[in-house]
């Protein structure tokens, strides 16, 4: 398998910066349950935007588990709270993992 890290940019909500990283627990505890699921690093840019970057043992594994989350987690906070127009997903493959 090759390790992939997928990238996810995004803005929230008007309103919804308060508690948007603490209310991500149910993001990460539901990532680590999914197959291939290595890491994750969420952050806010100086311009409010935020960057999620996971890492996947395999580029299928990052799929799946994208066509799986808005089904099983859609509803919650941490999910409500981002603008869905401004997501950007995109994958790269790992040239150097430590």
Do not use: C, Y
């Amino acid at each position: 398998m090759t390790e992939t890290l997928e990238i996810v940019t995004f803005r929230l909500k008007p309103g919804a910066e308060a508690g948007f990283g603490a209310k991500n627990g149910v993001m990460t505890a539901w990532l680590a349950r999914q197959p291939g699921f290595l890491s994750r690093q969420l952050g806010r840019r100086e311009d409010g935007s935020w960057v999620d970057v996971v890492r996947w043992q395999s580029l299928e594994q990052a799929r799946a588990a994208a066509d799986r989350i808005m089904a099983e987690i859609g509803d919650s906070e941490a999910v409500q709270a981002i603008e869905p127009a401004s997501v950007d997903i995109s994958h790269a493959t790992a040239a150097v993992s430590r």
